[in-house]
């Protein structure tokens, strides 16, 4: 199952809102893990990145994790340091489970990958309450300046929703134009069961 949007979207939230929903039936990934590592270039290098382009992910590695996953197998996902754009030494070992949630900006785009998620959900969400959402988050969790990221945000993370995220929603299964509440996510978590049993009973 695979949930896209834009950065402050609200991707987080709802896959962990699903994954307790639908407890002890899910595995949860997140395509920022699989961020390319940038420990061999300098700091100052990295600054200029540009993250919200979908060329920043290491896409065979994603690719492989989720085969692995849907042929029963456990993967070994990577770990990603924001404050230094690197990979850490350790992974994460993620378990086949009956229902995958992968949440991520642009999970979809490639056809190879969108022939993978069952079910294709798109957030979309004003470009403002996005800011402030990732103002909360960058401050606190990748030790970023204010001043940063709103100029990250109007200078990369708008330009490339426009140009590579946003178009998803086109091909979305349920594409969420308002605010997830509670019980929208009750009712997603319905659909997941509906279909898991629908796939077992074949």
Same mark, same amino acid.
């Given at each position: 199952?695979?949930?896209?949007?834009? *950065?402050?979207?609200?991707?987080?939230? =709802?896959?962990?809102?699903?994954?307790?929903?639908? !407890?002890?039936?899910? %595995?949860?990934?997140?395509?920022?893990?699989?961020? =390319?590592?940038? *420990? &061999?270039?300098?700091?100052? @290098? +990295?600054?200029?990145?540009?993250?919200? &382009?979908?060329? /920043?992910?290491?896409?065979?590695?994603?690719? @492989?994790?989720?085969?692995?996953?849907?042929?029963?197998?456990?993967?070994?996902?990577?770990?990603?340091?924001? *404050?230094? &754009?690197?990979?850490?030494?350790? !992974?994460?070992?993620?378990?086949?489970?009956?229902?995958?949630?992968?949440?991520?900006?642009? =999970?979809?785009?490639?056809?190879?990958?969108?022939?993978?998620?069952?079910? @294709?959900?798109?957030?979309?969400?004003?470009? +403002?309450?996005?800011?402030?959402?990732? =103002?909360?988050?960058?401050?606190?969790? @990748?030790?970023? !300046?204010?001043?940063?990221?709103? +100029?990250?945000?109007?200078?990369?993370? %708008?330009?490339? &929703?426009?140009?590579?995220? +946003?178009?998803?929603?086109?091909?979305?299964?349920?594409?969420?134009? %308002?605010?997830?509440?509670?019980?929208?996510?009750?009712?997603? /978590?319905?659909?997941?069961? *509906?279909?898991?049993?629908?796939?077992?009973?074949?």
């Amino acid at each position: 199952m695979a949930i896209a949007g834009g *950065s402050g979207s609200g991707k987080t939230w =709802l896959a962990e809102k699903l994954a307790a929903a639908l !407890t002890p039936n899910t %595995e949860r990934l997140s395509l920022d893990d699989f961020y =390319l590592d940038r *420990s &061999h270039i300098s700091p100052a @290098r +990295r600054a200029c990145i540009n993250f919200d &382009h979908p060329r /920043a992910i290491d896409w065979a590695t994603f690719e @492989r994790c989720l085969r692995r996953l849907a042929a029963n197998g456990a993967a070994r996902i990577p770990v990603y340091d924001f *404050s230094t &754009h690197c990979r850490l030494a350790q !992974t994460s070992l993620a378990q086949p489970k009956p229902v995958i949630l992968v949440e991520g900006l642009w =999970l979809w785009r490639r056809p190879a990958l969108r022939r993978l998620f069952s079910l @294709r959900i798109f957030l979309e969400c004003p470009s +403002r309450t996005r800011l402030e959402r990732r =103002l909360a988050r960058d401050l606190v969790s @990748r030790q970023r !300046t204010a001043d940063s990221i709103q +100029r990250q945000f109007k200078t990369m993370v %708008e330009p490339m &929703h426009k140009k590579y995220v +946003r178009s998803q929603g086109q091909t979305a299964d349920l594409w969420l134009r %308002e605010s997830c509440t509670e019980a929208k996510v009750s009712e997603i /978590a319905k659909k997941i069961r *509906s279909l898991l049993s629908a796939t077992t009973t074949q």
